[in-house]
């Protein structure tokens, strides 16, 4: 007898929603990733074809990350305040792990219905139809499923948004969530027009100068910790302005502390810009693990926050970074106790830090 896949039940049940929709509005989560930027532009460009009335619409008003800003499309977002028929549009989000993420309340409360397309393995499924793949590598990958269910035609500037979110989630297509079905699926993109070198310097060397500065400032900090496990650093209000960086700098910072020889958690602890009001302190902090034996979603759940095994971030208010690392430093002396992992340099085999690594989560 013939199972039911439950990716390819959601995968239909939300094509067809799609495709029946009149008026949508498309959102992701605020300081979006090329991941939520690509796949709302991508799948904006994808209904409107079919001749749905879409449109794009950000809560945050903070610049987009300057590695994301060659995305054709990113200026017909709408930012900050809502559209006036909002609560008539179908709101459909991509990449949002849970409905606050957002970032705007009276919409997810305004709208008709909701339909909630993510790979975050904690999603909270806040959609009235939820097509959530845990183990894809992105939201982008599972659009291009989606897209090829409703019958869109991948045009290259719908390949093109697509590539970059498979590129940037996957890690460039180095961690374990990259299957081979996610190197497939960038192979047929890039077969339709995708210009990937492009992209590549677009994304990862056109770095402004006032980021470099920043990561200065960074690896200046750098608190090493649990037996050389953890790599924590810190960036205050002052390193932004004094360097000239936006908050959209952080971008991809915390991945170089990961890169460090024997690291395996890395914490990036940054100030956010609603803290010069002189309220409590507010901190983002960033997380990356490099092994599924350590799970960073579980650390900043803690906190009230939440991601994947390997990435996760939570905000933080009336703690300073001293506490914070502190916090970090118990937990993850915990997880390596749980692990079995003892300090860097002691029994490198035993860390499993460069196997392949299965995620537990759905494959697409
Ligand atoms: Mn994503």
């Not at 090329?34 to 794009?56: C, E, N």
């Not at 499309?73 to 909002?86: H, K, S, T």
């Amino acid at each position: 007898m013939a199972t039911v896949n439950p990716v390819e039940q959601a995968l239909q049940a939300v094509a067809e929603a799609l495709k029946a929709e009149a008026r949508v509005l498309i959102t992701c989560h605020v300081n979006p990733d090329g991941d939520a930027a690509g796949s709302m532009i991508a799948l904006h460009r994808a209904l409107t074809q079919l001749g749905v009335d879409s449109i794009m619409y950000l809560a945050s008003t903070e610049p987009v990350a300057v590695e994301w800003r060659f995305l054709a499309g990113l200026a017909e977002v709408i930012r900050g305040g809502l559209p006036d028929d909002y609560q008539f549009r179908t709101l459909v989000a991509v990449d949002c792990g849970n409905a606050e993420r957002i970032g705007n309340d009276d919409l997810v409360r305004a709208a008709p219905r909701i339909i909630n397309i993510d790979h975050h393995a904690d999603n909270t499924r806040f959609g009235e139809i939820n097509l959530v793949v845990g183990g894809a590598s992105s939201t982008a990958e599972i659009l291009f499923f989606l897209l090829q269910r409703m019958e869109v035609n991948v045009s290259p500037e719908i390949a093109e948004a697509l590539y970059t979110g498979i590129l940037v989630d996957s890690g460039r297509f180095q961690y374990a969530s990259a299957s081979p079905s996610t190197f497939r699926v960038a192979a047929d993109l890039i077969s339709r027009g995708v210009d990937h070198t492009a992209i590549f310097r677009y994304v990862y060397e056109t770095v402004p100068l006032s980021k470099v500065k920043l990561s200065c400032r960074m690896f200046d900090r750098l608190t090493i910790a649990c037996g050389g496990r953890l790599a924590a650093a810190v960036l205050e209000m002052s390193d932004f302005n004094e360097t000239g960086a936006d908050g959209s700098a952080t971008e991809g910072l915390v991945d170089s502390l990961r890169a460090i020889d024997g690291v395996l958690v890395a914490a990036l602890i940054y100030a956010q810009s609603g803290n010069q009001g002189g309220g409590a302190p507010l901190y983002r902090i960033s997380l990356r693990s490099s092994t599924e034996r350590i799970s960073v979603q579980r650390i900043a759940k803690a906190k009230g926050g939440g991601g994947h095994v390997q990435a996760a971030g939570a905000s933080i208010t009336g703690e300073t970074p001293a506490q914070i690392i502190s916090f970090l430093t118990e937990r993850v002396d915990a997880a390596l106790k749980r692990a079995g992992i003892k300090a860097a340099g002691c029994d490198r085999a035993a860390t499993g830090e460069t196997a392949r690594g299965e995620s537990p989560d759905q494959k697409l």
